[in-house]
């Protein structure tokens, strides 16, 4: 295995770090944000769980996921 191989591994390693890291950090700021880890306020008459519009909802429960509503 030639030496040269191992700069080029690394300048893969550096361009990934570089590049990744961003991407995996927007990634998980995303899917962190779906989850529903950053704490938003729900407009009124939305569903507090999937955001389903609830407006004229007399059942108290959503239709689309099934959440309490309210
Ligand atoms: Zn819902």
């Known amino acids: ?23 995996l950090l927007l ?7 779906r989850l529903g880890y950053f704490p938003r306020k729900h407009p009124p008459g939305k569903c507090t769980h999937c955001g389903y519009d609830l407006t004229g909802n007399v059942g108290g429960r959503c239709p689309e996921c099934g959440a309490k509503a309210g």
């Open 27 to 33: 990634l998980l700021f995303w899917t962190l944000e």
């Open 1 to 23: 295995m030639p030496l040269s191989w191992f700069g080029h591994e690394w300048l893969y390693i550096v361009l990934f770090t570089i590049v990744g890291i961003p991407i």
